[in-house]
DNA sequence: AACGCTAATCTAAACGTTTCGAACGTGTCA
DNA sequence: TGACACGTTCGAAACGTTTAGATTAGCGTT
């Protein structure tokens, strides 16, 4: 604490670029010049002003480069949910793209609520980033109107949204969901329990539809009251699973359109003092990286997240590399059905279980 | 295609607040004061203002403010791999509580690298953020540089860090493998293998302390051939287990250290022909959604994820707050252990096993 | 010797805010 | 009536960059 060292230097300002020109006995455009290569300077200024960057420590402020130049290399990306295996792994493939690309990643999660979800656009918005990847929640909010604006580029992920048209990657929900729900038919199941979330979002809807046209397609009813509905958390899936069980004729299988959801499936199963794959068989979307390790290892609807987070990506610094006009590009990926042990053949002693 | 609206206003300059100022026919410092409520401004021009604010549409550029003001409202979260359970829920934490307190966060993922570390932590420094919350990797690097030049407050997340010396929250994690080794002891287990991340993070080597601990209290040997490192993914665990399930006088239980490793394990014991808990009974660190939904139910550390969250963000938000000259803060957090049923006891018919 | 050309460097005006200090009008007091 | 204080409003200088356009020096032409 002696009298010179007071204060701290709290207002350390880092120094500038002025500072480096002052150094390098030079204009501080000469040096602007030489860090973006906007224009040849002579060897000897360039190892004067080199030799000063490094004695001063000069970093660039991003901050003002971006206030004049008026990009910031940063995009802003909205998950429902981080928790969500699904959005997990897509997050992680879309962060490492942008990285590679020089480009820094703001992640909000919206928690499946619209409010929120346009809180966070407009802060994403405040911050002036280059681009979005949205995983959209409910359907209207400011998404519509900030696409329609067309000031910074706009990739839908996962959910389309409608009325908003725009650059957009998703699944084939309505295939995959109609292929793993046919697999079920083949096995004999002819009472398929549904467990959907809210229906207000693509996915979901056209998972629906896959289910429908299944059953369909193979000559069987659709009852309604194998269908139910929930809030996308485990807890929805626990409740909706319980009312399927305790219908006087309950399914023989459960197919869960979301993955939090089959959590409360499986407790459910077990709270209730059934087991799978003997008593009820049961198969869900998103595979996650436990699935085959423990028992029962579970079929699923493995979506490609890898290409899904790329491609996202892709279109995006498309776009922020100046690709502008183009027309909204819409890619829709095809899920994989992982045949597991959690769905058993019907076989005759199964038919009676339901008595 | 008209003549009139060629090239689609690209440079739309969005609305500054000189235009709000003419609109309103008051100075921008005028504007400026109302916004930030730094001055009185009569009810007449906070009408006309507010007015023109709603009419052209004004949004207030955080980049200009940034830049002005010398801070971003905006943090850096750097952590080893998303797709780490552990780690997704911090994060998830981590961002619900700065949203709240106004702040974006900006995600990067070092993938246990040191370069890839140092770079993303030059990213975000470029990018002027207030703060950074960092779960490091590595033991050198910029890190400590950065900590002692003091301009931004960094807060060490799960991991310490030799010689830097700031604000952090940790795990106890020696207590919690300690306890955790000591119940298989008490279950009779007198073989236990030990899988383990690269020691070189504090949490690694901690728990190795623990577990070598616990043996000793329990007066039994530390045999080096079933203590087997990796480098924290599945494939790594699952090596590690298949060299522990060959030793010819095996361990009867296995403890992974690591949340992701603990899947190469289950995965080795099932493909070895082995099950669990029969044969191998096992435990690991970090609770997971699945883990008590198959069978075998994991016996687990759960570590207080959202303390662990709240309490790093409160850190920073109280460093950031102003408070920048206390000492470096240091919270240890207990886990718990989640017993369940991946352990057995061993009774005479057990002990017989490995013969 | 005057001219133009090129290459290298510099000057100064932005970018959209915040903020300090000055200016203004009005009312109070001696 | 002048001095003064007070509450509002404004002008202008920052913040640290980028960049268009001006300036300079060097050099070959005619």
């Keep these: 604490m002696t009298a010179s060292g007071r204060k701290k230097q709290r207002k350390s300002t880092a120094p500038t670029m002025l500072h480096v020109a002052e150094a390098a006995r030079v204009s501080i ?10 224009a040849t300077v002579s060897p000897e200024l360039t190892q004067r002003i080199e030799q000063a960057i490094r004695d001063i420590g000069y970093k660039r402020n991003a901050i003002a480069r971006s206030l004049k130049m008026g990009t910031t290399r940063t995009i802003g990306l909205t998950v429902p949910h981080i928790t969500n295996p699904f959005f997990t792994d897509v997050v992680s493939v879309i962060q490492q793209a942008f990285d590679r690309a020089g480009y820094a990643v703001m992640l909000c999660c919206t ?26 929640v409910g ?40 292929d793993a729900v046919t697999y079920l038919i083949h096995l004999g199941h002819r009472r398929i329990g549904y467990i959907t979330g809210t229906s207000d979002i693509s996915p979901m809807h056209d998972r629906m539809i896959g289910y429908r046209e299944a059953l369909q397609a193979a000559g069987l ?21 319980m009312q399927l069980l305790s219908l006087h004729d309950r399914p023989s299988a459960i197919f869960s359109a979301n993955n939090p959801m089959v959590i409360g499936t499986m407790k459910a199963i077990r709270d209730i003092g059934l087991s799978c794959p003997e008593d009820i068989s049961v198969a869900c979307f998103d595979d996650f ?18 290409a899904i987070g790329e491609q996202a990506a892709n279109l995006l610094l498309d776009r922020l590399a100046g690709n502008r006009d183009a027309p909204p590009r819409k890619l829709v990926l095809k899920g994989r059905l992982m045949i597991r042990n959690s769905c058993r053949p019907l076989g005759a002693i199964a038919q009676s279980v339901s008595a």
Tied chains: 1, 2.
């Design 289 to 306: 990286p436990w699935s085959d390790v423990f028992v029962p290892q579970l079929t699923t609807v493995a979506q490609p997240v890898q």
């Design 29 to 38: 455009a000469t040096v602007s010049a030489l860090l973006n290569g906007t």
């Design 111 to 136: 928690d499946e609520d619209l409010n929120t979800q346009d809180e966070q656009i407009r802060l994403l918005l405040d911050r002036m980033v280059d681009g979005l990847i949205v995983a959209r």
């Design 221 to 241: 009813p659709v009852a309604e009251e194998l269908i139910r509905s929930g809030n996308f958390h485990e807890i929805d899936g626990y409740n909706a699973t």
């Design 139 to 178: 359907d209207g909010g400011i998404l519509k109107s900030i696409v329609e604006d067309a000031n910074v580029p706009v990739v839908l992920l996962d959910r389309l949204c409608e009325g908003v048209d725009t650059d957009a990657v998703v699944l084939d929900n309505q295939r995959a969901v109609f």
